[in-house]
């Protein structure tokens, strides 16, 4: 970990701070339990136990793995529908394929994205290739939902590929951490994610004993949760480490210092940034479905019910499960 690396001497830098800009502060940390998702494959639930007005516009993160699979082992999700929401599923290490009922799908692997906007009503399916299942391997991503306003709720479903060298790629001021823009702006430099929901989403690594300080945009919120590594978070330097999420208050920048030592196995520490401009708008989930009340949810069963998300193509990738 990480797929897409650089040298960070001959990448653009970040500006430092400017005397009248603010920290964030953090404002409480977590530590996400652990479970599994779809077909038995396992996930560190990012957000639980965090109030719902702190990760507005997100709505749940799941950081997937990091397994190592044995051949045979590799599992993902069956076929299911999503509506009035955004899927976001960044592949940080080894390889998932996508299909949906729109005609969207491709293979995300070492540092892609596959950004789907399920609008109106979708179906899809998240599951290893065949020769990943075959061969196993390492298996690291994660899977964020972003939530959309009620203007948007029915928009046409929409599928974008972001390959690992798409992402902007940016440098602290002082070339200790390396910062991939997945979707959103930092410092004027912006990446390639297309979102309806004004938000920022980034993978940092920063090298032990280093700090990253970059600015944030006064009317997003601010998250940062640790894949991996350990670190301190805010201007008092709130200890943070894998698995942990730090919600930050109000303020221009987001600051965070790797440990100036590190697990061997975990040679840095790893973080993704995350934030945007809250919606404020009621929010009813039921499973797949983020609508605005419960008679929305109600009408997006029937509809499931009814077909009207489209149909699993005659070619469907199918998951893999376990002979028995």
Do not use: C
């Amino acid at each position: 970990m990480p797929a897409i690396t650089a040298d960070t001497l001959t990448l653009p830098r970040i500006s430092g701070p400017d005397p009248a800009e603010t920290e964030r502060p953090v404002r409480s940390v977590t530590t996400g339990p652990r479970g599994y998702e779809g077909e038995g494959f396992p996930v560190v639930r990012a957000f639980a136990g965090v109030n719902a007005r702190d990760l507005d516009p997100f709505v749940h993160m799941d950081q997937m793995g990091e397994v190592e699979y044995q051949p045979g082992e590799p599992r993902g999700t069956d076929w299911h529908p999503h509506r009035g929401f955004e899927t976001v599923t960044y592949m940080i290490d080894g390889r998932f394929a996508h299909q949906d009922s729109h005609g969207g799908g491709g293979l995300i692997s070492d540092g892609a994205t596959q950004w789907m906007t399920a609008g109106s009503g979708i179906l899809h399916i998240e599951t290893p290739p065949a020769e990943l299942v075959e061969s196993g391997g390492l298996f690291h991503g994660i899977q964020l939902w972003v939530n959309l306003p009620r203007k948007d709720k029915f928009a046409a479903p929409r599928y974008q590929a972001i390959e690992g060298g798409q992402v902007k790629l940016l440098s602290s001021d002082d070339g200790g951490a390396l910062v991939r823009i997945i979707a959103g702006e930092i410092d004027g430099q912006g990446g390639p994610g297309v979102t309806h929901t004004p938000i920022t989403l980034a993978h940092a690594t920063i090298e032990p004993g280093a700090q990253l300080s970059l600015p944030w945009k006064r009317d997003f919120n601010a998250l940062v949760y640790v894949l991996s590594g350990r670190g301190a978070v805010g201007p008092v330097a709130h200890p943070v480490r894998q698995g942990q999420l730090a919600v930050l208050g109000p303020g221009d920048r987001i600051t965070v210092a790797a440990d100036g030592s590190q697990d061997s196995h975990r040679p840095a520490l790893e973080v993704l940034l995350l934030g945007g401009r809250p919606i404020r708008e009621p929010v009813f989930q039921y499973g797949p479905f983020v609508m605005n009340s419960k008679s929305e949810l109600i009408q997006a069963v029937e509809d499931f019910e009814a077909g009207k998300f489209g149909v699993i193509p005659p070619d469907a990738l199918m998951p893999h499960r376990p002979l028995r």
